[in-house]
């Protein structure tokens, strides 16, 4: 039996090459659950369909090596980030606020910090 999970609200993603971009999985990805390890993380599979793209493939040399995203929700630096530097629909906002992986207090803070920023 196959375990999933589909996202409430967008998470950010983060690699050792983009440390400096951001990126979402948006809401409403499926992720496959695969596998979870003794240090606390879990692993899981995303699907991705890419019509008419075909991409160049090598073969890995060492089919045990696993070069994985982060993921994790956003708190309130990545919401100030995010909020200046990405664009961010209004449904995801919604989503992330909806989330409670931010305390109110923690919006609070951040919005009249984005208010104080575009003034």
């Known amino acids: 039996m196959t375990k999933v999970h589909v996202l409430e609200a967008p998470l950010l993603l983060q690699s050792n090459e983009m440390n400096d971009y951001l990126h979402l999985l948006p809401k409403g990805t499926t992720l496959y659950y695969d596998t979870s390890f003794p240090e606390g993380f879990s692993r899981y599979k995303v699907y991705i369909n890419i019509d008419r793209m075909p991409l160049a493939l090598k073969e890995l040399a060492d089919p045990t090596m696993v070069d994985p ?8 630096g990545d919401l100030r980030r995010v909020l200046r530097d990405y664009p961010l629909s209004k449904r995801d906002l919604e989503s ?24």
């Open 69 to 76: 995203l982060t993921a994790h929700a956003l708190d309130a």
């Open 96 to 119: 992330i606020l909806k989330s409670k992986a931010l305390s109110r207090d923690d919006i609070k803070e951040v919005f009249n910090s984005y208010l104080e920023s575009t003034k």
